[in-house]
């Protein structure tokens, strides 16, 4: 099987885009040719490969726990691939904004939440495609759509229970919830012990200026759990109502269905995975 040809590097996380830029640089540096750096690397491999091979003959226990180390790393890679027919939108959509809440600590919760752990904005094809036609109808006017929340693994659906179960936890209640009492998020449906998000199709949203630093005027902030966060809310100004009514249209001309108590939440129409529910991490 031969081994893969040396390319251009992409940031990878905790490296920063000057970083990579300049080990790139590097390369190019060393030699012109791609292929003579492909050469080199698959000598130094092979060879190593080989010096491996006869130490292990007198070196039993070290073969073992490189061989370990060796399937340790491979389960790790596989646990961190996305299933097949998902993509990472920051990938797949050009353009596009993102700001994960549950990663940090501006949400209801007030913390991280379980699986969102360096996480990144993930869809189903179909869903993301969808959603780069709609970032494709905002590009011309200077807009684009900025991601709260894509898919959610149950993991952390089951830590958003387990928070509401949590009844004297409310430090961020004034921002969030302040005329809701915490004991009724099961039963006023803000709460749930399954979630839309979870089958990968469902994402959150609003619309920014194309560089992401002014957010449209919504009436309402992300995951505020009130009345004032209903599409059809009737106190909106025209301002405000304008706003949704385009953030709706763009997303239901492009196969997406509102959630009548969320105005930033919308679900592809016909999802691919209407009955099942995810669990890998996206990252």
Same mark, same amino acid.
């Given at each position: 099987?031969?081994?893969?040809?040396?390319?251009? %590097?992409?940031?990878?996380?905790?490296?920063?885009?000057?970083t990579?830029? +300049?080990l790139?640089?590097?390369?190019? !540096?060393?030699?012109?040719?791609?292929?003579?750096?492909?050469?080199?690397?698959?000598? =130094?491999?092979?060879? #190593?490969?080989?010096?491996?091979?006869?130490?292990c003959?007198?070196? %039993?226990s070290?073969?073992?726990?490189l #061989?370990s180390?060796?399937? =340790?790393l *491979?389960?790790?890679?596989?646990?961190?691939?996305?299933p097949?027919g998902?993509?990472f939108?920051?990938?797949?959509?050009?353009?596009?904004?993102?700001?994960? %809440?549950?990663?940090? @600590?501006?949400?209801?919760? *007030? %913390?991280?939440?379980? *699986?969102?752990? =360096?996480a990144r904005?993930?869809?189903?094809?179909e869903?993301a495609?969808?959603?780069?036609?709609? &970032?494709?109808?905002?590009?011309?006017?200077?807009?684009a759509?900025?991601?709260?929340d894509a898919?959610?693994? &149950?993991r952390?659906?089951?830590d958003?229970?387990?928070?509401?179960?949590?009844?004297?936890?409310t430090k961020?209640?004034a921002?969030?919830?302040?005329?809701?009492?915490?004991r009724? !998020?099961?039963?006023e449906?803000?709460?749930?012990?399954?979630? #839309?998000?979870?089958r990968?199709?469902?994402?959150?949203?609003?619309l920014? @200026?194309k560089?992401?630093?002014?957010?449209?005027?919504?009436?309402?902030?992300?995951d505020?759990?009130g009345?004032e966060?209903?599409p059809?809310h009737?106190?909106?100004?025209?301002? &405000?109502?304008?706003?949704?009514?385009?953030? &709706?249209?763009?997303?239901?001309?492009? *196969?997406?269905?509102?959630?009548?108590?969320?105005?930033?939440?919308?679900?592809l +129409?016909?999802?691919?995975?209407?009955?099942?529910?995810?669990?890998?991490? +996206?990252?």
């Amino acid at each position: 099987m031969p081994l893969p040809m040396y390319r251009k %590097r992409q940031p990878g996380f905790g490296e920063s885009a000057g970083t990579v830029a +300049a080990l790139n640089l590097l390369w190019q !540096l060393i030699t012109p040719d791609p292929v003579v750096v492909t050469v080199m690397f698959n000598v =130094a491999f092979v060879g #190593g490969l080989i010096m491996l091979a006869l130490s292990c003959v007198a070196k %039993r226990s070290l073969c073992s726990a490189l #061989g370990s180390l060796v399937l =340790a790393l *491979g389960v790790s890679a596989a646990a961190w691939a996305l299933p097949e027919g998902f993509v990472f939108l920051d990938e797949a959509v050009p353009g596009l904004q993102v700001d994960m %809440r549950y990663s940090g @600590s501006n949400n209801f919760l *007030g %913390r991280p939440v379980q *699986g969102y752990e =360096a996480a990144r904005p993930v869809l189903t094809r179909e869903a993301a495609q969808a959603l780069a036609r709609v &970032q494709a109808d905002l590009k011309p006017f200077g807009l684009a759509v900025l991601v709260f929340d894509a898919y959610r693994p &149950q993991r952390a659906v089951d830590d958003f229970v387990r928070w509401a179960e949590e009844v004297d936890d409310t430090k961020m209640k004034a921002d969030y919830y302040p005329r809701v009492d915490k004991r009724n !998020l099961f039963k006023e449906d803000y709460i749930a012990a399954r979630s #839309g998000h979870s089958r990968g199709s469902t994402v959150d949203l609003t619309l920014v @200026s194309k560089d992401g630093s002014v957010q449209l005027d919504m009436g309402s902030g992300f995951d505020f759990f009130g009345e004032e966060s209903w599409p059809e809310h009737p106190e909106l100004t025209p301002q &405000q109502r304008a706003n949704r009514l385009l953030l &709706q249209t763009l997303m239901v001309r492009h *196969g997406f269905k509102p959630y009548p108590k969320e105005w930033w939440h919308f679900t592809l +129409a016909n999802e691919p995975h209407a009955e099942t529910y995810f669990d890998f991490l +996206a990252r």
